[in-house]
């Protein structure tokens, strides 16, 4: 008979090794600032770019720019830690970030608003 467990989400271990540990430690923590700090600046660069791109009055802009940029914080937040390795959650946050800061400053004649 053939017995099928389903996997554990949540099953994963930190490493035996005291030099693995401090490895596995220091990547959780660039996570948990990629998401911190990486998502707030993709939250903030979105609504920037979104406050000056949408075709619409400007406070109405403005006000649906801040509300799609929670939604985009905690879309940041999921991505940072469901990659694979913390090389890819900065690079999935900074680029974005890099991208939308390229696009504000194209519309808004440079960075000074």
Known sequence: MLIIRPTRLFDVKAPAAPGALWRYRLAVASRACAAAFGGYGLASAS????????????????????????????????????????????????????VLVGGYALKNGGMAA
Do not use: E, Q
């Open 47 to 98: 609504a920037a770019f979104m406050a000056v791109w949408l075709p619409l009055a400007r406070p109405d802009a403005v006000s649906l720019a801040m509300i799609l940029s929670f939604v985009v914080y905690a879309c940041a937040v999921i991505w940072v830690f469901a990659t694979r390795n913390a090389w890819r959650a900065w690079g999935g946050v900074l680029i974005p970030t890099l």
